[in-house]
């Protein structure tokens, strides 16, 4: 598991700003300290992958250099995931990319209810994906988006990519994922859920704050 925050860097900055309440009035920004940490989660996961020999002529010399051997496929979680998914394609800019429409019934009584909507992607077979999520609260949306794309193919490992998560998610998700590699890259990993299964210390609905309060 790979936690961002544990190393002191600028993207500590980022994850104050997204949680900080007066400056989540700024959509704009908050939708930007989103982008900007999926772009450094990007970089991180790219460090995993396996990459081949590469030559390229200059107009001095030929210089060699090692680049990603296969295309990633990023899957986006709506609505969310919409400017953290961004900050991933700006980096890994010739990756393929899927869709999952994903959303949880506040109404249902006692356990959460996920719902999954429009999902498309490309074949996953063989392939790295990266699902990007920026709020992993129970787990459940992300089981359910891997059932649901499986139907794409088999990758060869996936990488759960959040900008803040709850022990509780991560536990679900370690015990209800199987045959199949994954390996968690967080922003922050958080204290707990609450009763209503939001994050805390958290942020808030990251849906709302990025686009505006849902009807």
């Known amino acids: 598991m790979f936690i961002l925050s ?19 009035q700024d959509r704009m920004r908050f939708r930007k300290n989103l982008e900007r940490l999926g772009e450094i989660l990007a970089y991180e996961i790219s460090k995993s992958f396996e990459y081949k020999e590469a030559k390229v002529e200059t107009p001095l010399a030929i210089a060699s250099t090692s680049i990603i051997n296969s295309k990633p496929v990023i899957i986006s979680i709506l609505r969310a995931s919409l400017p953290f998914y961004q900050g991933f394609l700006n980096i890994l800019d010739q990756a393929e990319s899927g869709f999952i429409g994903a959303f949880r019934e506040e109404k249902t009584e006692g356990e959460i209810k996920v719902n999954l909507g429009y999902h498309a992607s490309p074949s996953l077979e063989g392939k790295d994906v990266i699902i990007a999520d920026p709020m992993l609260a129970t787990g459940k949306s992300i089981i359910k988006t891997v059932n649901t794309i499986l139907s794409h193919g088999k990758p060869e490992r996936i990488h759960i990519a959040s900008a803040f998560a709850a022990p509780e998610g991560i536990e679900y998700i370690q015990k209800n994922l199987k045959n199949i590699p994954f390996t968690f890259w967080l922003g922050t990993l958080d204290e707990k859920l609450n009763h209503l299964s939001y994050i805390v210390p958290g942020l808030g609905d990251a849906g709302d704050l990025a686009f505006g309060p849902k009807l």
């Open 6 to 24: 544990d190393t002191p860097s600028v993207a500590n900055q980022f994850i104050l700003e997204l949680r900080d309440k007066k400056i989540q």
